[in-house]
């Protein structure tokens, strides 16, 4: 357990992350519970590549390492890990929590004596995200689309939450059966399966739930992933698209008289087990997400 009369440095690494939310969910739960806490972005795509072995300009994998190193020598006590170097920055760990490894996907680094120590908090913030949004959901039969990112760790949560079945659908069908046999693997238990596109109506149709894991809905993305017809009232639907909050899939299942849980959810939940994995204090789930949707109310 931290005190309060200690100082947090804390960064983020990854390609595009100055708008991130993250930080200041962060900084102003920190201030909240009387913590001094610093959380600055690390944008990859604005700095300076960093060679490869080969000399290459813009090794990510090079660069990544550098900036861990550069951190641990400068101070930080931890990084959250995102695009495009979840999987990069498990070459440069000296220990890895059993969920993070299962997975093969870290999304955040804690600096322990000098140590780089690698969790994962995506699926358990989904796992919190589920609990706290859809706390009734039956997961006797899910249907996810979209298996890549946030997509794996999710399927990831839904089977440690208890589905029995598992469907996963996306546009590289061979992605998808790949994830549904490694996870086969993990949950022998329940059944995980892909299914192509097209078996989509047949799969909804015995589904107790959607979740959608696909950039689409996302302001640069705008649409849908799925016709809403397929959908029925007494299904929930989960999306992890969060920029918008309310994206037209959220906004149709609502109308349909379906249970939602929309992305933010998932977004404060990841937020808050890596708050509390860096100082050892648990925040307040509740004012985060008010800090978060104000936050997202004003455009930031």
């Given at each position: 357990m931290s005190s309060p009369s200690e100082s947090y440095l804390v960064g983020l690494i990854g390609e595009g992350v100055t708008p991130s939310l993250t930080p200041p969910m962060h900084e102003q739960e920190a201030g909240q519970l009387g913590l001094r806490y610093l959380y600055r972005p690390v944008d990859l795509s604005t700095l300076v590549p960093v060679g490869g072995d080969d000399g290459g300009p813009g090794d990510t994998a090079?660069?990544?390492?550098e900036l861990l190193h550069r951190g641990r020598d400068l101070g930080f006590n931890a990084f959250n890990i995102t695009h495009p170097c979840k999987q990069l920055v498990l070459q440069f760990l000296d220990e890895v929590s059993d969920d993070a490894a299962r997975l093969g996907a870290v999304n955040t680094?804690?600096?322990?004596?000098?140590?780089?120590?690698?969790?994962?908090?995506?699926?358990?913030?989904f796992t919190t995200a589920?609990?706290?949004?859809?706390?009734?959901?039956?997961l006797d039969s899910v249907v996810q689309l979209g298996v890549g990112g946030a997509g794996a760790a999710v399927a990831y949560a839904l089977l440690k939450a208890g589905a029995a079945e598992l469907t996963l659908i996306d546009l590289a069908p061979a992605r998808a059966q790949e994830r549904a046999e490694a996870l086969g693997r993990l949950f022998?238990?329940?059944?995980?399966?892909a299914a192509p596109a097209a078996g989509l109506p047949a799969a909804l149709a015995e589904a107790d739930g959607l979740v959608h894991a696909t950039p689409v809905g996302m302001h640069s993305h705008p649409g849908l992933p799925l016709d809403l017809?397929?959908?029925?009232?007494?299904?929930?639907?989960?999306?992890v698209v969060y920029r918008p909050?309310?994206?037209?899939l959220v906004l149709g299942a609502r109308a349909k008289g379906c249970a939602v849980l929309d992305g933010g959810y998932m977004a404060v939940g990841q937020a808050v087990d890596a708050f509390e994995l860096i100082t050892g204090i648990r925040p307040d789930a509740q004012r985060m997400r008010e800090h978060f949707l104000d936050l997202i109310a004003r455009g930031l």
């Open positions: 090079a660069q990544l390492r680094v804690l600096i322990r004596d000098g140590k780089f120590v690698g969790h994962n908090t995506d699926f358990s913030g589920l609990a706290a949004g859809l706390p009734s959901a039956a022998p238990e329940a059944l995980v399966t017809d397929l959908i029925s009232p007494d299904q929930w639907v989960a999306d909050l309310e994206t037209e």
